[in-house]
Structure formats: C-alpha cells, structure tokens
C-alpha cells in the first residue's frame, strides 16, 4: 500500500490477535521488538498500554517514526538496536519488569519495497538486503564465500534442492563479472531452476530468503532473546511471536514447548527458573497457532504464511 508521499505503508499482520493476546493493556509496559513502522506500537499504545519500548535494528524505520511518536510522549521510546538486546534496553531505561513483549519476524514491506535495500526479487536493485544498514551485504557474501559455503546457505536457510548447481553457477559466473545487481542473480537462478517447477512463485525466490536471513542473522537472534524475554516477563506476562516461514516458527514452536514443561522435562530450565521447582513456570497460550483470517490474508497477501504463537509466565 503505497501513502500520500509515494512511499510504501506497512500493513501490520494479525495485528488485533497480538494485542488481544497482551490480555487487559491498562498500566502495561510493553517490548516491541521488531518496532518496523510501529502498527504494533501504536495499537498497543491505543488500547491503553502505560508504555511501549519499540526496538529496531534499522535505522531507517526508528526515523520514520519520528513524525509521529511524539503524539505518544513518554509512554513511547524507540530505540535503534537488535532484539537480542532487549535486556540491556530495557535495564537502561530503568524498565526491569515487563508485562509482554510482540516479535513480528522478518522484514517490513517498507523495507521490501526500497529496491535500494534489494530485499525483493521483483526490482532491480544493489545485492544488499542488511536491514541495519551495515556489516557484511549479500553482495559481499556471493564475492566472497566459497562453492560449499554458497551451498550451505542456501540449503540451510532457503531449503533449495538445487543448491550445489546454483552455487557452482555463481563461482563460475562471478570470475568473469561480479554479482552485484539482484536482476543477476534472478536471472542466473532461473537458468537452473525452471519456473514451471516452482508453481508460479519466483524461481529466484528461495535464495532470496536464504540470503537474506543470513546477512541478518535471523535465526541466531531469535535463538538468542528467547530466553532473555523469559527473564524479563512479569507474573502473568505474555510473549507474542509472529513467524512467517517454517524455518523461524520451528525455532518458535520448540522453544515454547520445551518452556512450557515441568523444569526437570525443560531443556532450558536453568534461563527459566533458577529455583529448580519442578512445576511449570510458562504455558503455552494457543496449542495451536493463531492464523490470520481469510479476509485478512485476501487484503494483505503478506499475511498468507503469518502464524502467531503464545507464551504466559505462571510464576
Ligand atoms: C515485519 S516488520 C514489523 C512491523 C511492525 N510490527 C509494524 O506493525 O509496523 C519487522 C521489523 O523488524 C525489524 N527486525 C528484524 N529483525 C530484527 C532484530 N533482530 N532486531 C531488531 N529489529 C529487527 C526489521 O528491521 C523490521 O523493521
């Protein structure tokens, strides 16, 4: 959806199911930890949460806030950093004790549709796809890496069969011109996997998420705030996760059910509870993940593989 000035909006996803799972929001405060263009924040502001901390690795999207987060004062603070820091933010700004925390995973449609950024097969645009703006870029890593560790990648993080050819295609190609533009790489995808094999979604497509979770480092940060968000809920807090492809859900789903056991049955029981009662210290709030509906997913197709999972501290 594009606003007045030419520029994408970000529709936010199940987004009354995240805060309808934060339960009654009066005298809250809240970590929303994948702020994006603060659709979460601002519901959850509106609906009567005391606070919301929104933390953003990108730049871009903590200054794009800046228009309108002063109609919030206080009770709203952004902070430019990674969501595996959320303890030390939260310790800083004097905020120890927190009644839930909402993860959105993965990129926003601001950030998918700046082809400057190169997040999105459909436009040509720099191989660059690093949401924080720095550090290694997809670019990089195609110049860089070698056929094997090409290979990895896009087997680990995109689940492509076709990950040896494709990697031996890019070392092969790259030695007479570099990769650069993300139309080259969609171009050179295409050449090993056929269209007609991947029913009617982009033959590039795969490698495009399997790049981009790399450079991000998305399921390493998510691997490591988990148990820091645990630490940080209060009695009765809630943590909130939605996930877009099966890769990060299954991170989600694990962790949730490991946590939602008796300590003795819990793997992570020392960053859950360090008093070692064998009761439950989480449950899971929805056994199964909440959906978006079909008229959610009709008008925002960004929608279609959202699932939301739940978490409740006990004690
Ligand atoms: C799907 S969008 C969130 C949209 C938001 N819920 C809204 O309503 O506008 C995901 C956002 O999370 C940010 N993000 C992704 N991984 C992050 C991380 N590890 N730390 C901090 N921000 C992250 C991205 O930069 C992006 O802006």
């Known amino acids: 959806m594009l606003n007045n000035l030419n520029e994408t909006v970000h529709v936010p996803v199940l987004l009354e199911e995240v805060v309808s799972m934060m339960g009654d929001l009066q005298g809250k405060v809240i970590v929303d930890g994948t702020f994006g263009g603060g659709g979460y924040s601002r519901a959850l502001l509106d609906a009567g949460a005391k606070k919301v901390i929104g933390i953003d690795q990108d730049p871009l999207a903590v200054k794009r806030a ?10 709203l603070q952004v902070v430019n950093a990674c969501f595996s820091e959320m303890k030390k933010i939260t310790k800083e700004l004097g905020e120890n004790e927190i009644d839930g925390i909402v993860l959105d995973l993965g990129f926003s449609s601001d950030q998918l549709d700046d082809y400057e950024r190169g997040f999105a097969f459909k436009y040509d645009g720099p191989l660059d796809m690093r949401m924080r703006g720095s550090g290694v870029s997809a670019a990089d890593v195609l110049a860089e890496y070698d056929e094997r560790q090409l290979a990895d990648i896009f087997y680990k993080y995109g689940e492509e069969r076709k990950s040896r050819q494709i990697a031996k295609l890019i070392v092969e190609r790259r030695e007479a011109e570099p990769l650069l533009r993300t139309q080259q790489l969609v171009d050179l995808v295409g050449q090993i996997v056929p269209s007609w094999k991947v029913q009617g979604k982009n033959p590039a497509m795969k490698v495009f998420q399997a790049l981009r ?6 399921l390493e940060e998510l691997e490591r705030v ?4 645990l630490d940080l809920l209060t009695k009765g807090g809630v943590l909130g ?3 877009f492809h099966s890769l990060e859900d299954r991170v989600v789903k694990d962790f949730f059910r490991s946590v939602g056991r008796p300590v003795a049955k819990n793997k992570y029981a020392q960053a859950v509870d360090d008093e070692g009662v064998d009761e439950k210290s989480f449950e899971v709030v929805n056994r199964k993940p909440i959906l978006p509906s079909a008229v959610e997913v009709a008008d925002n197709s960004r929608a ?3 699932k939301l999972r739940g ?3 006990l004690r």
Do not use: H, M, Q
């Open 66 to 75: 800046e228009s309108w987060r002063g109609l919030y004062g206080d009770r």
């Open 241 to 243: 996760i939605v996930t």
């Open 304 to 306: 279609r593989s959202a």
């Open 311 to 313: 978490l409740r501290r």
């Open 226 to 229: 988990l148990p820091d968000a």
């Open 213 to 218: 979770i790399y450079v991000n480092k998305e």
